[in-house]
């Protein structure tokens, strides 16, 4: 067993609307390896995103830690700027996120948003091209987004957040928009360079085929329905 | 199952369209103020210069090839000339032109009393007399009964004879002239009115272009809807003939309240409108010949669908005209540089429009272009992956913000311009008010007193106390002498004695050597610019003049300013004029000095023999002038107000909507670790670059305006020039509205960026977004 | 005589400014009479003629201003000195629009008053052609009006003026290619028709104030083009006034003024409606007394139409052994101006050669 990379302890969130307040995510726990990947299932609206927000710090828990590196966030604690400040840090450099699409900003080409993506994590840009090659759409690191096509553009979503040299990757149905086969040869990719640069990864998918690639599985599924 | 699919018809898909506007209800509000106050502009300024035109044209057919009688010694006409022209055989009819004292219900209007009867001896094929066959409903026609008892600021009675009269039927004392509702202003109240008409198309253009943007806005964000309703097996030609329905009746609760408030805004302002035509021009603006509902809104219905629906309607049109953008910029700069050359060369004010629409139309295409290139070309010098990113976002903006910064920048550099031009009138007219107003007190010449008794009796108060300054001013008309023989032009006589250092303050647009000097001794004439310019007169020409049947010919020593007015002017020594004058003012000039000015108008009013005077100081007149003079700008400067209201408020709210369209790759920022604090920061450096840009870029095409507006157009159009000036300090007023303009929506964006954004929604971010 | 419907109709058109409301044309006429408050308060109506009222001269020459309509007409049966016949005819009618005591000064003419409205017609008639000229002016200004004593009407240069004691009179009028200047010879006193003056329209009771001057001698020169003609002949002069004048559903009229060699005249008119007509006239016997003729004391028929228009007539007074045919010259009669009427001096033979003139109105050509 790895070093541990992110311990949840105790994770609750709730959305509050006029008049009642929904559970989405109640007393979670689980812990997450280095070099570890986790399949997080459960059907639509069983707080998937949710969770995967609450673990890169875009959205604040209201109860629970979550301890990630060498840092712990505690939820209700006081100091909510500063603690916006570290999970922004967090983010620059050590978590990548990759949603299900429009992860490139559409007036950069690819290589200009890996690039950007670089310099924010503080990584060398010069690197950059040869992600996309890795990728197999080198040739194609000068168009812009809308020039190429979904599964292309999923693939420079993966090599922004590789260029980063992360130590999580957060993907939110990286796949969903794909077809089968793009689905197979990008998560094949991202198996691939996770496993090889020992990063963790954290999939919420909805697909159960992808999610047996994942060495841990998490299912929120007894959520759904609410 | 049919059932079913009328109910959907019929119901839900109107519904289902219409749910856009229940979910962004300011989008709703926005395009339909924006119809209303566009509608509002333009009907107003195009009801008062449909009025004064069809006033002109109506007096001028009504009177086309007709000729007056006038008598020959310069008097005014009365009844007493009518019954002894009719009575010695000569077929003649009564103009009277009335113009309605303050508080008449038409009042700035004028009428025009006839006498069908009278008019019967006109016939009815030859003189057109189809003219004068006019309904005597008050547009502007009345019964000359009802116009003589209308109490009257003004009233004018004018005698028509049939073009085809042989002045040998004339008695004596009476002679033939041309006869046109107003003196010889050249082409001046129809380039005034040309050049408010072509405010207003610019305002209607800056509508346009803004109920455009926000309108395909809208479109962009309802294709989620639209696709949806494909799939449901809507055709999308019933989507786009649901579209136009709501369009046009969208359009309708517009157009309708617009053109009643453009009326009402019409009605508001034709008094002021009427006395300022008829002070610069002489246009009388006649009562009821505005145009109907009819015309303004079918006009503003199909400005409306075009802008929204010009898309649907030129798709294919369009797309087979995309030009490379490289031959549009081309063709765009060709227009420009066309432009600019045409307004150098222009002889005549529609020439100049045309211009400035090119100029106009050159810009606002290739500011866009220029803009995206230029932010292109900073981008690749960026070192910074940050500052690339800010500058190609910025190129996007400008893109889809195309027609709403178009907008702006048309009424910025619009604003800016009229405003100088308004200022520099206002300051140059000032100054000149001043020397105009050399004197403390004016004082008239009573009816029948004589005004050279006054004189003795000042020269000799002018020798016990010399700080006394005066000279008489006699007022009245001349011909010029005209090669044609035909009776020349008719010009006004401003008559001086003595030529007191009162008025050797002038400055003179050109003068000969001892100018004050030759005048004061009646070897040399001055005249005023409006006459100099008619006739292509300067000083050391000769002008001939027929005063009171008496020839003077003389040397013109000087041409001075002579702003409000378009009347030619003649500035002589009072010596000159015959005793055959026909003198319609008198007054005397005073700057009382010691004796104090009631003791000047205690004596006169012995020596004339009467009540009292009729004394104003300076100010009072002042106060008139600038009046008169602030009346004049009243409807120029509302309406450049408005419109950059209109600009601003829409550049905002579509800036805000855009930047809204964008808010999941702002996020996307955050989630790339960047903090909130920091993308706000870049949000309002990009928003400021942005609209400080476009006001940037309307500097020069606004001064350039001001240029058209002063040295080409207001020559053309008011008959004299004006020093071009310009006015930093509201080009600064300027550029703080746009960033202001800029900061709001950064400050709304920041809002929007701590709630969670949801995925871009339209079809094109599913295509990896909008670039 | 009754030759102004026309006139009526224009004016009520054009009255539409002054506020006048109610009458619209003829038949307006016959309806009740429209008033108006005058400076003190007072409401002025219009005078309706009626049985026992009188002349009186020289008043009755000069106008009428609180009655509603009038005119004053002359026809001439001329010769040129070649012996060819001519025929002349100056009108001028006034009408009102308000009506005005003829003790109330009247409005200042500067206001361009719009009480009444002037027309006068000119036509000379010479060799079957016809030249007619139409003048109209609003009055109170001062290019149109009459007066008594002395006595003038003029409307702009048109004029017809009296000598001190009214015995030679002066009329000039022009129109395009044709004028006039003559010198009439007044002999004779006015005839008054019908009952004293009262000259009744019909048998319920509307009639108008109606004399004539029927013994003219009339020299002077008409110039047709280039020509100038020396003229000389009779002329025959009506004065009439009424503001009730006919009554609803009378169409038109035919008249007739002759002069017979005997030296006796006649004047005779018809009016004529749906249900038949009503018949007038007056026979002036030469030297003797003027008698009235009723609708049964004389006859007239129709012989012969041109163009629509009635041209030959059978004229009888029974009781005075008078049947007479009645013919127009060659030629179009119709004045047209405004509103188109028939005027043409006619041809007498029959019981009595002679000369006179015919008005035909309400037939359309």
């Given at each position: 067993m790895s070093e541990?990379?992110?311990v949840?302890?105790g994770?609750?969130?709730q959305f509050?609307?006029?008049?009642?307040t929904?559970?989405?995510?109640e007393?979670l726990?689980?812990?997450?390896g280095?070099?570890?990947s986790l399949?997080?299932?459960?059907?639509?609206?069983s707080g998937?995103s949710?969770?995967?927000?609450?673990?890169c710090?875009l959205e604040?828990?209201?109860?629970?830690s979550?301890?990630?590196?060498?840092?712990v966030?505690?939820?209700?604690?006081?100091?909510a700027?500063?603690r916006a400040a570290?999970?922004?840090r967090l983010r620059k450099?050590h978590?990548g996120?990759?949603?299900q699409?429009a992860?490139?900003?559409p007036a950069?080409?690819l290589?200009?948003n890996?690039?950007?993506?670089a310099?924010l994590?503080g990584?060398?840009?010069a690197?950059?091209e040869?992600?996309l090659t890795r990728l197999n759409?080198?040739e194609?690191?000068?168009?812009?987004?809308?020039q190429?096509?979904?599964?292309?553009r999923?693939?420079?979503?993966?090599?922004?957040v590789?260029?980063?040299?992360?130590a999580l990757?957060l993907?939110?149905e990286?796949t969903g928009?794909l077809?089968?086969h793009?689905?197979?040869?990008?998560?094949?990719?991202?198996?691939?360079?996770q496993?090889r640069?020992g990063?963790?990864?954290i999939?919420?998918?909805h697909?159960?085929?992808l999610?047996a690639?994942c060495?841990?599985?998490?299912?929120?599924g007894?959520?759904s329905g609410v | 199952?049919t059932?079913?699919l009328?109910?959907?018809r019929?119901?839900?898909?109107?519904?289902?369209l219409?749910?856009h506007?229940r979910?962004?209800?300011?989008q709703l509000?926005?395009?339909g103020?924006m119809i209303?106050l566009?509608?509002m502009?333009?009907?107003?300024?195009?009801?008062?210069?449909?009025?004064?035109r069809?006033?002109?044209?109506q007096?001028?057919?009504a009177?086309?090839?007709?000729?007056q009688?006038l008598?020959?010694?310069?008097g005014?006409l009365?009844?007493?000339?009518f019954?002894?022209?009719r009575?010695?055989?000569v077929?003649?009819?009564?103009w009277l032109?009335?113009t309605p004292s303050p508080?008449h219900?038409?009042a700035?209007?004028r009428?025009?009393?006839?006498?069908?009867l009278?008019?019967?001896?006109?016939g009815?094929?030859?003189?057109?007399?189809?003219?004068?066959d006019?309904?005597l409903?008050?547009k502007?026609?009345v019964?000359i009964h009802t116009a003589?008892?209308?109490?009257?600021?003004e009233?004018?009675?004018?005698?028509?004879?049939p073009?085809?009269?042989?002045?040998?039927?004339?008695p004596?004392?009476?002679?033939?002239?041309?006869?046109?509702?107003?003196p010889?202003t050249?082409e001046?109240?129809?380039?005034?009115?040309?050049?408010?008409?072509?405010l207003?198309?610019?305002?209607l253009?800056?509508?346009?272009?803004l109920?455009?943007?926000v309108?395909?806005l809208g479109?962009?964000?309802?294709?989620e809807s639209?696709a949806?309703l494909?799939?449901?097996?809507?055709?999308?030609?019933?989507?786009?003939r649901?579209?136009a329905l709501e369009?046009?009746?969208?359009a309708?609760l517009?157009?309708?309240p617009?053109?009643?408030?453009?009326?009402w805004?019409a009605?508001g302002?034709g008094g002021g409108?009427?006395?300022a035509?008829e002070?610069?021009f002489?246009?009388?603006l006649?009562?009821g010949?505005?145009?109907?509902?009819?015309?303004?809104?079918?006009?503003?219905l199909?400005?409306v669908?075009?802008?929204?629906?010009g898309?649907?309607?030129?798709?294919?049109?369009r797309?087979r005209?995309?030009?490379?953008?490289?031959?549009?910029?081309?063709?765009?700069?060709?227009l420009?540089?066309?432009?600019?050359?045409m307004?150098?060369?222009a002889?005549?004010?529609?020439?100049?429009?045309i211009?400035?629409?090119?100029?106009?139309?050159g810009a606002g295409w290739?500011?866009p272009l220029?803009?995206a290139?230029l932010?292109?070309?900073?981008a690749?010098?960026a070192?910074?992956p940050?500052v690339?990113?800010r500058y190609?976002?910025l190129a996007?903006?400008?893109?889809?913000l195309t027609?709403p910064?178009?907008a702006l920048?048309?009424?910025?550099?619009m604003?800016?311009?009229?405003q100088?031009?308004?200022?520099t009138?206002e300051s140059?007219?000032d100054?000149?008010?001043?020397?105009?107003?050399?004197?403390?007190y004016?004082?008239?010449?009573p009816?029948g007193?004589?005004?050279?008794k006054?004189a003795?009796?000042?020269t000799?108060a002018?020798?016990r106390?010399?700080?006394?300054?005066w000279h008489?001013v006699?007022?009245g008309s001349?011909?010029?002498?005209d090669a044609?023989?035909?009776?020349?032009?008719?010009?006004?006589?401003f008559?001086?004695?003595?030529?007191?250092?009162?008025i050797?303050?002038?400055?003179?647009l050109?003068?000969?050597?001892?100018?004050w000097?030759?005048?004061?001794?009646?070897?040399g004439v001055?005249?005023n610019?409006?006459?100099a310019?008619r006739h292509?007169?300067?000083?050391?020409d000769r002008l001939q003049l027929?005063i009171?049947?008496e020839?003077?010919d003389?040397?013109?020593v000087?041409?001075y300013p002579d702003?409000?007015r378009?009347?030619?002017?003649v500035?002589?020594n009072?010596g000159?004029l015959?005793?055959?004058f026909?003198?319609?003012?008198e007054?005397?000039?005073?700057?009382?000095?010691?004796?104090?000015?009631?003791?000047?108008t205690?004596?006169?009013?012995?020596?004339?023999?009467?009540?009292a005077?009729?004394t104003?100081?300076?100010?009072t007149?002042?106060?008139?002038?600038?009046?008169?003079f602030?009346?004049?700008?009243?409807?120029t400067?509302?309406?450049t107000?408005?419109t950059?209201v209109?600009a601003?408020?829409a550049?905002?709210m579509m800036?805000?909507?855009?930047?809204?369209?964008r808010?999941?790759?702002?996020?996307?920022l955050v989630?790339w670790g960047?903090?909130?604090r920091?993308?706000?920061?870049?949000?309002l450096?990009l928003a400021?670059?942005?609209?400080?840009?476009?006001?940037?870029?309307?500097l020069?095409l606004?001064l350039?305006l001001?240029?058209?507006?002063?040295h080409?157009?207001?020559?053309?159009?008011f008959g004299?020039?004006?020093?071009?000036a310009v006015y930093?300090?509201?080009w600064?007023?300027?550029?703080?509205l746009s960033?202001?303009?800029g900061?709001s929506?950064?400050?709304?964006?920041?809002r929007?960026?701590?709630?969670?954004a949801?995925?871009?929604?339209?079809?094109?971010a599913l295509?990896g977004?909008?670039? | 005589?009754i030759?102004?419907p026309?006139?009526?109709?224009?004016?009520f058109l054009s009255?539409g400014?002054s506020?006048e409301?109610g009458?619209?044309?003829?038949?307006?006429?016959?309806?009740?009479?429209?008033?108006?408050?005058?400076?003190?308060?007072?409401?002025?109506?219009?005078?309706?003629?009626?049985p026992?009222?009188?002349l009186?001269?020289?008043?009755?020459?000069?106008p009428h201003?609180?009655?509603r309509?009038e005119?004053?007409?002359l026809?001439a049966n001329?010769?040129?000195?070649?012996g060819?016949p001519?025929g002349?005819?100056w009108?001028q009618?006034?009408?009102?629009l308000e009506?005005?005591?003829?003790t109330?000064?009247?409005?200042?003419a500067?206001e361009w008053?719009?009480?009444?409205?002037?027309?006068?017609h000119?036509a000379?008639?010479?060799k079957?052609r016809h030249?007619?000229a139409e003048?109209?002016?609003?009055?109170?200004?001062?290019?149109?009006?009459?007066?008594?004593?002395p006595?003038?009407v003029?409307?702009d240069?048109?004029r017809?003026?009296a000598?001190a004691d009214?015995?030679?009179?002066?009329?000039q009028?022009?129109g395009?290619?044709?004028?006039y200047?003559?010198?009439?010879s007044?002999?004779?006193?006015?005839?008054?028709?019908?009952?004293n003056?009262?000259s009744?329209k019909s048998?319920s009771?509307e009639?108008s104030m109606?004399f004539?001057?029927?013994?003219?001698?009339i020299?002077g020169?008409?110039?047709?083009?280039?020509?100038?003609l020396e003229?000389?002949?009779?002329?025959?002069?009506?004065?009439?006034?009424?503001?009730?004048?006919?009554?609803?559903?009378q169409?038109?009229?035919?008249?007739?003024a002759l002069h017979l060699?005997t030296?006796?005249k006649?004047m005779?008119f018809r009016?004529?409606?749906?249900?038949g007509s009503?018949?007038s006239?007056?026979?002036i016997?030469?030297?003797g007394?003027?008698?009235?003729?009723?609708?049964?004391?004389?006859?007239?028929q129709?012989?012969?139409?041109r163009?629509?228009?009635?041209?030959?007539?059978h004229?009888?007074?029974?009781?005075?052994?008078?049947s007479l045919?009645?013919?127009?010259?060659?030629?179009?009669?119709?004045?047209?101006?405004?509103?188109p009427y028939?005027?043409?001096p006619v041809?007498?033979?029959g019981?009595?050669?002679?000369?006179g003139?015919?008005?035909?109105?309400g037939?359309?050509?």
């Amino acid at each position: 067993m790895s070093e541990p990379l992110l311990v949840v302890r105790g994770l609750s969130k709730q959305f509050v609307s006029a008049n009642e307040t929904v559970p989405v995510i109640e007393k979670l726990s689980f812990t997450l390896g280095q070099g570890r990947s986790l399949a997080l299932t459960g059907r639509s609206g069983s707080g998937k995103s949710t969770l995967l927000n609450l673990l890169c710090g875009l959205e604040v828990a209201d109860a629970g830690s979550i301890a990630l590196r060498d840092q712990v966030f505690e939820a209700g604690a006081a100091a909510a700027k500063h603690r916006a400040a570290a999970w922004a840090r967090l983010r620059k450099q050590h978590i990548g996120v990759v949603f299900q699409e429009a992860n490139l900003m559409p007036a950069l080409t690819l290589l200009e948003n890996v690039q950007f993506r670089a310099y924010l994590a503080g990584r060398d840009p010069a690197h950059s091209e040869d992600w996309l090659t890795r990728l197999n759409i080198g040739e194609l690191a000068r168009r812009y987004p809308d020039q190429v096509s979904g599964g292309q553009r999923q693939r420079a979503a993966l090599a922004m957040v590789f260029a980063m040299e992360p130590a999580l990757i957060l993907a939110d149905e990286p796949t969903g928009s794909l077809d089968r086969h793009t689905s197979d040869e990008v998560t094949g990719l991202m198996f691939e360079l996770q496993a090889r640069h020992g990063c963790s990864l954290i999939l919420a998918t909805h697909d159960a085929e992808l999610a047996a690639g994942c060495q841990q599985h998490l299912d929120l599924g007894h959520l759904s329905g609410v | 199952m049919t059932g079913f699919l009328s109910f959907f018809r019929f119901f839900f898909l109107p519904r289902a369209l219409l749910s856009h506007y229940r979910r962004h209800p300011l989008q709703l509000v926005a395009l339909g103020v924006m119809i209303v106050l566009a509608t509002m502009l333009w009907t107003g300024v195009n009801q008062l210069t449909s009025q004064a035109r069809a006033s002109l044209a109506q007096s001028e057919q009504a009177v086309a090839e007709r000729r007056q009688v006038l008598r020959d010694d310069g008097g005014a006409l009365a009844v007493d000339d009518f019954v002894t022209l009719r009575l010695a055989g000569v077929c003649v009819m009564p103009w009277l032109e009335v113009t309605p004292s303050p508080g008449h219900h038409l009042a700035g209007q004028r009428l025009v009393g006839i006498d069908p009867l009278a008019a019967h001896c006109f016939g009815n094929s030859v003189d057109g007399a189809g003219a004068l066959d006019q309904p005597l409903d008050g547009k502007p026609f009345v019964d000359i009964h009802t116009a003589a008892g209308i109490s009257a600021r003004e009233s004018r009675l004018h005698l028509l004879v049939p073009a085809s009269t042989n002045p040998s039927v004339l008695p004596p004392g009476y002679s033939l002239a041309g006869f046109s509702a107003s003196p010889d202003t050249g082409e001046l109240g129809d380039s005034f009115l040309l050049n408010l008409e072509a405010l207003g198309v610019l305002v209607l253009l800056i509508a346009a272009l803004l109920l455009r943007s926000v309108y395909l806005l809208g479109l962009a964000q309802r294709r989620e809807s639209f696709a949806l309703l494909h799939r449901f097996g809507v055709p999308p030609g019933r989507v786009q003939r649901w579209l136009a329905l709501e369009i046009l009746a969208l359009a309708l609760l517009g157009v309708v309240p617009g053109v009643w408030l453009g009326r009402w805004l019409a009605t508001g302002l034709g008094g002021g409108f009427g006395q300022a035509l008829e002070g610069l021009f002489d246009i009388p603006l006649y009562a009821g010949q505005g145009q109907g509902w009819l015309t303004p809104v079918l006009v503003m219905l199909a400005v409306v669908m075009v802008s929204c629906l010009g898309d649907l309607l030129f798709l294919r049109f369009r797309q087979r005209l995309a030009l490379p953008l490289a031959v549009q910029a081309v063709v765009a700069a060709a227009l420009l540089v066309t432009g600019l050359a045409m307004a150098w060369l222009a002889p005549s004010l529609l020439w100049v429009f045309i211009a400035v629409a090119l100029v106009f139309a050159g810009a606002g295409w290739l500011t866009p272009l220029a803009v995206a290139r230029l932010s292109h070309w900073r981008a690749r010098l960026a070192k910074k992956p940050l500052v690339l990113w800010r500058y190609r976002e910025l190129a996007v903006l400008v893109r889809r913000l195309t027609l709403p910064l178009v907008a702006l920048q048309f009424a910025l550099a619009m604003v800016l311009a009229v405003q100088a031009l308004v200022t520099t009138f206002e300051s140059t007219f000032d100054r000149w008010l001043a020397q105009r107003l050399e004197a403390a007190y004016y004082i008239e010449v009573p009816a029948g007193a004589d005004g050279r008794k006054a004189a003795d009796w000042l020269t000799s108060a002018q020798e016990r106390s010399p700080d006394l300054q005066w000279h008489r001013v006699i007022r009245g008309s001349a011909l010029l002498a005209d090669a044609s023989g035909e009776g020349g032009r008719q010009v006004d006589v401003f008559a001086l004695a003595p030529i007191s250092s009162l008025i050797r303050e002038w400055s003179l647009l050109e003068a000969a050597e001892r100018h004050w000097e030759t005048l004061a001794a009646g070897d040399g004439v001055m005249i005023n610019e409006q006459l100099a310019r008619r006739h292509n007169l300067g000083a050391g020409d000769r002008l001939q003049l027929s005063i009171g049947g008496e020839p003077l010919d003389s040397v013109i020593v000087g041409v001075y300013p002579d702003y409000g007015r378009p009347v030619g002017e003649v500035l002589l020594n009072a010596g000159l004029l015959p005793a055959s004058f026909n003198t319609r003012f008198e007054s005397v000039s005073v700057t009382p000095g010691r004796p104090g000015i009631d003791r000047i108008t205690e004596a006169l009013r012995q020596i004339w023999d009467v009540g009292a005077l009729t004394t104003r100081d300076n100010a009072t007149i002042r106060e008139l002038a600038t009046g008169v003079f602030d009346q004049t700008f009243a409807l120029t400067r509302a309406m450049t107000l408005l419109t950059l209201v209109l600009a601003a408020s829409a550049l905002l709210m579509m800036g805000w909507v855009l930047f809204s369209t964008r808010t999941w790759y702002f996020r996307l920022l955050v989630a790339w670790g960047m903090s909130q604090r920091e993308v706000a920061a870049q949000l309002l450096r990009l928003a400021l670059l942005l609209t400080g840009g476009i006001a940037a870029l309307a500097l020069p095409l606004g001064l350039w305006l001001t240029w058209a507006l002063v040295h080409r157009i207001n020559p053309l159009a008011f008959g004299w020039s004006l020093p071009m000036a310009v006015y930093p300090g509201f080009w600064l007023e300027l550029a703080v509205l746009s960033l202001a303009i800029g900061l709001s929506i950064a400050l709304l964006m920041r809002r929007q960026l701590s709630r969670p954004a949801a995925l871009p929604a339209s079809a094109s971010a599913l295509s990896g977004g909008e670039r | 005589m009754i030759r102004y419907p026309a006139f009526v109709l224009m004016l009520f058109l054009s009255a539409g400014c002054s506020g006048e409301t109610g009458d619209t044309g003829f038949a307006g006429l016959a309806g009740l009479g429209n008033s108006r408050v005058d400076a003190t308060g007072a409401d002025t109506h219009y005078l309706q003629p009626g049985p026992g009222d009188r002349l009186s001269f020289p008043e009755d020459f000069g106008p009428h201003p609180q009655h509603r309509v009038e005119w004053w007409y002359l026809t001439a049966n001329l010769q040129t000195a070649a012996g060819e016949p001519l025929g002349l005819q100056w009108t001028q009618f006034r009408q009102a629009l308000e009506p005005r005591k003829a003790t109330e000064p009247a409005p200042v003419a500067t206001e361009w008053p719009l009480q009444a409205a002037w027309m006068a017609h000119g036509a000379v008639s010479w060799k079957g052609r016809h030249y007619f000229a139409e003048k109209l002016a609003r009055g109170d200004v001062g290019h149109a009006g009459a007066t008594a004593a002395p006595f003038q009407v003029w409307l702009d240069n048109w004029r017809l003026r009296a000598n001190a004691d009214n015995s030679r009179w002066q009329l000039q009028a022009s129109g395009e290619g044709w004028s006039y200047d003559l010198s009439l010879s007044i002999e004779g006193a006015p005839v008054a028709h019908g009952d004293n003056g009262f000259s009744a329209k019909s048998a319920s009771g509307e009639g108008s104030m109606y004399f004539s001057l029927v013994d003219i001698a009339i020299t002077g020169e008409v110039t047709l083009g280039d020509d100038v003609l020396e003229v000389k002949g009779k002329g025959w002069f009506d004065r009439e006034w009424s503001s009730q004048l006919l009554k609803t559903g009378q169409k038109g009229w035919d008249w007739f003024a002759l002069h017979l060699d005997t030296g006796d005249k006649l004047m005779a008119f018809r009016l004529r409606d749906d249900s038949g007509s009503f018949r007038s006239g007056t026979w002036i016997p030469e030297g003797g007394h003027p008698v009235p003729l009723n609708s049964g004391e004389l006859s007239l028929q129709e012989l012969e139409r041109r163009k629509g228009v009635p041209v030959r007539w059978h004229l009888k007074v029974p009781a005075y052994q008078v049947s007479l045919e009645l013919g127009a010259p060659a030629g179009n009669y119709l004045n047209r101006g405004l509103y188109p009427y028939w005027e043409s001096p006619v041809s007498v033979s029959g019981s009595h050669d002679g000369v006179g003139y015919m008005e035909l109105t309400g037939y359309s050509e």
